[in-house]
């Protein structure tokens, strides 16, 4: 018996070496491509996927802040540049339940079967704002073919997934290998007229994410934004009383 407690002992230590020592790799093997500060936990582990499928690391444009205007930026988690073309990936952590359509504005996600529902905004929709803004960069980036990955980490459950756009893929995030292959293997090879322009404007977009006072600007813009939607979704909301209550509740405030 006491033979047996030692064994499960030394086993368990050796699991928590290897684990230490692959924790170390990885985190070494991300460093090749972004820091460990830069963006969240499933951004992290979705560079890492890539890195450990093979991609280059200078391949791997994380945590993007592309300028649009002067005070204005869009937020991009990765972008990977292809023999195909650019492949733009938006991460999404969410658990319960998913309900949404391609073409709608607001998805929705439901917890505790049904008890509690929370809307976000369209996953597909925002991927393809981040690709219309890269487009946007110059004729080269205009023409040249874009993909969007929508990759959904956490314990969800996709309910009710409609009209997916062309060249649009969302999945899960154990389904990214395939799709990545599935993008490689079934396009033809993209015609760049000026590879170091793609490495500069990505690269520059890349620096933008390291800049404190750019990422503050993002943050604050993006709260205004959420707060003039919520005013505007209020206003749309709210229903007047019927006329009979209102002259009610007139009458009522007389006799005070």
């Known amino acids: 018996m006491e033979n047996l407690s030692l064994i499960i002992v030394i086993g368990f230590i050796i699991l928590i070496v290897n684990h230490f020592f692959e ?12 820091d460990l500060d830069r963006g969240n936990t499933s951004e992290r582990k979705l560079v890492l996927a890539l890195l450990k499928k093979g991609i280059h690391p200078d391949a791997i444009f994380h945590d993007l802040y592309l300028q649009k205007r002067k005070d204005a ?25 998913i309900y949404g359509s391609g073409n709608q504005t607001n998805w929705t996600q439901v917890m505790a079967y049904g008890r509690d529902k929370y809307r976000f905004y369209n996953p597909i929709m925002q991927n393809h704002q981040h690709i219309m803004e ?34 649009t893929f969302f999945i899960k995030a154990y389904e990214l290998s395939t799709t990545i292959d599935h993008i490689l293997q079934n ?3 993209a015609k760049y007229s000026n590879k170091r322009e793609i490495i500069e404007v990505l690269g520059k977009a890349k620096a933008n994410g390291a800049d404190q006072r750019i990422i503050e600007q993002h943050i604050n813009r993006l709260e205004s934004m959420k707060q003039e939607r919520n005013y505007t979704l209020n206003r749309n909301y709210f229903k007047p009383l019927p006329r ?10 007389r006799l005070r």
């Open 244 to 253: 009979s209550v209102s002259q009610t509740l007139r009458w009522l405030k």
């Open 134 to 167: 890269l487009r946007r960069m110059s004729s080269q980036f205009a023409s040249l073919p874009m993909f969007s990955v929508v990759v959904f980490y956490g314990d969800c459950e996709f309910k009710s997934i409609n009209q997916i756009p062309l060249n």
């Open 73 to 97: 930026f869009s937020q991009i988690d990765v972008v990977v540049a292809t023999a195909v073309g650019l492949i733009v990936i938006e991460v999404k952590e969410y658990s319960g339940w």
């Open 187 to 189: 396009n033809q090879q």
């Open 23 to 34: 924790t170390e790799r990885n985190s070494k093997l991300i460093e090749t491509a972004t």
